[in-house]
T-cell receptor, first 111, second 111 residues
Framework: QQQVKQSPQSLIVQKGGISIINCAYE??????FPWYQQFPGKGPALLIA?????SEKKEGRFTISFNKSAKQFSLHIMDSQPGDSATYFC??????????FGQGTRLTINP | DSGVTQTPKHLITATGQRVTLRCSPR?????VYWYQQSLDQGLQFLIQ???????AKGNILERFSAQQFPDLHSELNLSSLELGDSALYFC??????????FGSGTRLTVV
């Protein structure tokens, strides 16, 4: 049972553009929504996270938008750079239990 | 360096064999999580330990087992290995249950 659905599977964006990755969840008890960034040969690294009582969180060029009523959240990467090329995973957890991950999005930023 | 240490980095073994993967969590983190990452399944939760005790179980096969020792390091044992067990195995640790820190993973190849 996939509780977090992520799209698109792959994304190509030009340097300087905005990258947008979307996730949808089913479990309304989820209370923490992190995004992870993974480079080849490395483990996922926490990028940014949000709780459902906040509609937006921004850290540098990375922004999470959260729509509780639609049960959707998204990652926006502004001014995308080639160094942002990686696989991005959204995730969710309920009460600090296990993280449930989306299927991942392979992002390529063309120079 | 994330602070979570996994060994070995690579492992090649034959079908039917048994292997042990080791994880040392970040200093101060009591929770250890094991995830399996394969191309078509994303990051799948296997099992969680908290301060030596099993806390949660995911879709972990009966051929797989894990434990967490008094010094908080954890081992994942995989037995009767099959070709389909080839994957990346990640360990993560956390102090609060939110914001996991992942290790660099063990790449297991079963031939």
């Amino acid at each position: 049972q996939q509780q977090v659905k992520q799209s698109p599977q792959s994304l190509i964006v030009q340097k300087g553009g905005i990258s947008i990755i979307n996730c949808a969840y089913e479990n309304t008890a989820f209370d923490y929504f992190p995004w992870y960034q993974q480079f080849p040969g490395k483990g996922p690294a926490l990028l940014i996270a949000i709780r459902p009582d906040v509609s937006e969180k921004k850290e540098g060029r990375f922004t999470i938008s959260f729509n509780k009523s639609a049960k959707q959240f998204s990652l926006h990467i502004m001014d995308s750079q080639p160094g942002d090329s990686a696989t991005y995973f959204c995730a969710a957890t309920e009460g600090a239990q296990k993280l449930v991950f989306g299927q991942g999005t392979r992002l390529t930023i063309n120079p | 360096d994330s602070g979570v240490t996994q060994t070995p980095k690579h492992l090649i073994t034959a079908t039917g064999q048994r292997v042990t993967l080791r994880c040392s969590p970040r200093s101060g983190d009591l929770s250890v999580y094991w995830y399996q990452q394969s191309l078509d399944q994303g990051l799948q939760f296997l099992i969680q330990y908290y301060n030596g005790e099993e806390r949660a179980k995911g879709n972990i096969l009966e051929r797989f087992s894990a434990q967490q020792f008094p010094d908080l390091h954890s081992e994942l044992n995989l037995s009767s290995l099959e070709l389909g067990d080839s994957a990346l195995y990640f360990c993560a640790s956390s102090v609060s249950g939110y914001g996991y820190t992942f290790g660099s993973g063990t790449r297991l190849t079963v031939v």
